[in-house]
């Protein structure tokens, strides 16, 4: 019983994963309300977040409410982690006990522009989503949209709810893609202030200041354009 309640408890809206925000519940609703079986219901929520919003590695990023889920809806483009919350959020107006996870990555098949703009390869506190499914957490990765996993030779990642759905090692030439360095916990909600101090750390903080104040100046319009950027290969 215990255990259960735990996992009750990732049923509740934060202040982030706004899971109780009416434009979220409707979208949960217009997606899986029909549908009677929960993993069924993951997998398709899965698929519109994936797809619906655009992976854009230049939003703005220092605000809890630049990961609030109903923004990101709202906006219809971000990184991984926004994504991952807006995930959660469905998943919890559905009744699927959902959190996020965070790990670092090395991404071996970036663009130029992107490696420049953060100095290295490595992404840290790349978000994913584990959804507690058929008695256990699964997780889901719905980071990059179809059309821009096909533009950089990869395919496009799947999640059946019954198996962990993380990146690929490898994209379609057999080059490396994506490579698990370590997994940095599971959360209630976006740890804000754990993101920023693990990028402060490994991409410097000038470099991260130098971002703020560029979307201070301008709002939250991207920093660049990712989806014209070229692939990097190695």
């Not at 071996?108 to 499914?133: C, M, N, P, W």
């Not at 059309?147 to 059946?160: A, D, S, T």
């Not at 940095?184 to 909600?189: A, I, V």
């Amino acid at each position: 019983m215990m255990n259960k309640n735990k996992e009750m408890s990732y049923l509740d809206p934060t202040d982030i994963i706004d899971s109780d925000h009416q434009e979220v519940r409707g979208l949960a609703q217009e997606i899986a309300g029909r549908l009677k079986d929960p993993v069924e219901k993951a997998v398709k929520l899965y698929l519109a977040v994936r797809d619906g919003i655009r992976y854009d590695p230049y939003s703005p990023f220092f605000l809890p409410e630049h990961y609030r889920a109903s923004y990101v809806l709202k906006r219809g483009r971000s990184f991984c982690v926004p994504k991952a919350s807006l995930l959660c959020a469905l998943g919890r107006a559905c009744g699927i006990p959902s959190r996020i996870g965070l790990a670092t990555v090395r991404n071996h098949l970036a663009t130029k522009q992107l490696i420049e703009f953060l100095g290295t390869d490595l992404f840290v506190s790349h978000g994913f989503v584990e959804f507690y499914l058929e008695g256990k957490w699964v997780k889901a990765t719905p980071a990059f949209n179809r059309e821009l996993c096909l533009r950089h030779q990869v395919v496009p990642l799947e999640f059946n709810g019954r198996e962990d759905s993380l990146f690929q090692p490898y994209n379609l030439e057999n080059q490396r893609f994506m490579e698990y360095i370590a997994i940095e916990g599971t959360f209630t909600d976006i740890p804000v202030d754990h993101i920023l101090t693990g990028w402060k750390k490994t991409y410097g903080e000038e470099r991260i200041n130098r971002w703020i104040k560029k979307f201070e100046e301008e709002g939250d319009r991207s920093l660049s354009d990712f989806e014209s950027e070229e692939v990097l290969k190695e």
